[in-house]
Structure formats: C-alpha cells, structure tokens
C-alpha cells in the first residue's frame, strides 16, 4: 500500500507529519517501540526537509511517501533543496559536539531506522523498517 503526504515548509506542518505516521502506525498495527523509532525519525526527517532542505520558504513543497506491506515500511521524504554531503556529517556524539542543540537529526534516523539511504545529493532521504 500506498500514503503520501504533501506540506509547506513551516515548523507547524510536524503536526500533520506527525497524523500521517499515527495513521501508518494504525494501519501496519506497529507496537510502541516500533512507533516512536517512526515517528522520531521521520519527524527528524522532515525537520531537516523544512528547515535545511527548503530553507523555511513556506511555498516549498517537502513530500512524503510511505510503502508498506506486511514485511518492510518505506517513508521517503523529499525536498527541493540542493542537497548536502551526507557522507560528511559530524558525530554528534563525539565530545566536541556533544553540548550543540542541533545536528543529530541524521544521526536519529540512521539509530532509529533498519536503514537510511541518502539519494538526489541528499534531497531525498529513505528511511526503512523491517516490520
């Protein structure tokens, strides 16, 4: 099966990001670990869609889309920035980053995830979990 779902780039927007996994979650009858490692990492997914992707430019689309049977779950979040290296992304938990507010949204999703690839320059996340 199929969901999509398609927001501005305005903070407020988690909310329906947040609906849209709820209604997943629903549907593929997830537990609650499986849930919050969901809704974290795909919360943390769009975040970085809306604030560093589409750099806050409310008319920016960020689109995501969910692929599901009763095996795998697939939520793709895609933007309209350019991308970013993320090979080169800094470990937020080495002792040097450690007390920074931001910067471990890559680090969740690849935590939370089975699996997290990156594609179009990193415009485009994956984020895969085995059911």
Not at 43 to 50: D, S
Not at 62 to 68: D, G, I
Not at 78 to 96: H, L, M, Q, S, W
């Amino acid at each position: 099966m199929k969901n999509q779902l398609v927001i501005n780039s305005k903070i407020e927007e988690l909310r329906k990001v947040e609906k849209f996994v709820d209604e997943i979650s629903s549907t593929c009858k997830l537990n609650s670990e499986l849930y919050g490692n969901l809704l974290i990492a795909v919360l943390e997914g769009a975040n970085n869609a809306i604030v560093h992707g589409n750099k806050l430019k409310e008319e920016l689309p960020v689109t995501l889309e969910a692929e599901y049977d009763d095996k795998l779950l697939k939520i793709t979040i895609k933007d309209c920035g350019k991308g970013f290296d993320y090979n080169n992304v800094p470990d937020p938990t080495a002792p040097e980053n450690i007390e920074n507010v931001s910067g471990r949204g890559i680090f969740l999703m690849r935590k939370l995830s089975d699996n997290t690839e990156f594609y179009d320059n990193g415009s485009k996340v994956v984020l895969t979990f085995n059911l």
